[in-house]
């Protein structure tokens, strides 16, 4: 269903190899480097890098998004002319935050995914980011802080992410026994997930006046991570809400900064015309994400 | 205690621009740029790029593991001269890979983070990569697959992280009805963390002759996004098996593949001349690993 140079083109970027493309396509190495070389000619523009590993250019990525939306198409009208457990798994690809990965976004979308039997792939990006990664094709929708559509995108928002300043009783009791001070703070070991962590930061220099720097900090990028230093009572830091209910109310964990939750507003963003599996995922995302997260 | 000239060089590769580390520094930006300078005059070789962010020069990189050395060691200094409590915490920076991180590192180093006030900071990567970090000087200390010592460094064995493959009992049910098959396996959604997960890919070729694409993957960047798609029943995965003790013992998961479980031999790396506070971390890491993991 889609050309046999554009297929060629998407399995190099796929497996970012001329070899695998090759295995993949079940073609000879030199075949799959002619295909791309008959659509270079055609377009007039080169596509990838030959280097290890092979990379689109510029003008190879534009065309990204297109492949992906052509992939996707072909996938869906298997399924459609198969019959009924047939068919291969459709692969969606999805960019989210990892708070909402790991709290509400696969509950919103279980339900589409086993009854389409799809495959999800998800792409991880800080919240500020993930729409480039649909400007660049390697998704075909995703979680984002941006409230404005992209070109030829569509846009909806999901709601509020809060966070709360959590710690453990007696990590509050040791290092704020008056409470958040700047001193305090200077001195108490916050836990972040990475080195740049903006609400963090943020939190410290516009309440407290500490800059980056002035404040000790564990970096640890992982959620068990988090709740084990939390829990060992070694620092503080900011979580969903939705992700702490139980230790707020077992008092594992307990609000550090009463009145300093932190709002994120998120959207889904995804291409204007949607295949219609993509448009049932978009859906689950919306209503999953309007059950769980606050209204803007 | 470490020369000013190189201590603007430091600044400027953390803060990864010359105006971040002018106000880390509080020193004028001119001021930071001109200490560099003259390092770079005194050297013969160019440190840093002048782009956005700023990076280091491979000469720059070559510099960055003694840089953080003398860091370190400047920080224990003070310390040891300050009374107890006055000083600002040391920073140790570890290499580990996510599943390291998941489960026995912060249980095996918390004494030691908690008694001695020192900041984590860790860096995930993968665990075959890890030892590139220790290279570069992004880190002191890593966990690593790599069994032999680099130059100047020093290693040792943790012993064997034993991954299980596991699924919810009615997934098996509905995909395992007469256990793996080949053609089983070619229409059952695995759960991976990356797109480039060779523990799952190998399993798949070694035992089934089944090439990558040949087999439909959920990629799920995510612990709790793993947790969330296997109870939900939507696939199967490879997990450490110290992670999933209680799920097996429930019955929520079950070893989907009896007598296919894999074991990773692990190492933990350092630098030869290891601070004080260093070496303390490392013995802890070393001892941690030996309660938990199986002996290679």
Redesign the interface.
Known sequence: MIDARYQAFDAVVQ?RSFE?AA??LNLTQSAVSQRIKLLEAELGQVLLVRSKPVQPTPAGRRLLPYVAQLRLIEAEAARALAGDGAH??V?LSVGVN?DT???W???AV?QV??EEAV??????DDQDHTHALLAGGDVLGCVSTRPDAMRGCAVRPLGVMRYLCVASPDFCARHFPRGLTRQALA?A?GIVFG?HDDMHDLFLRQHFGL???QY??????????FW??AA???GYGFVPAIQIAAQLSDGTLVDAAPGHAEDIALYWHHWQVQSPLMAKLSDAVADGARAVLAAA
């Open positions: 497996t695998a295995r993949r291969a798994p692969r990892a990965l790991a709290t976004f696969l509950p279980r995914v086993k495959v999800l792939d998800c792409v991880v001195r070991p080195r800059d980056a720097g000790p900090q564990h970096v640890v990028p992982s959620s068990e991570g084990a230093m060992a009572g070694l």
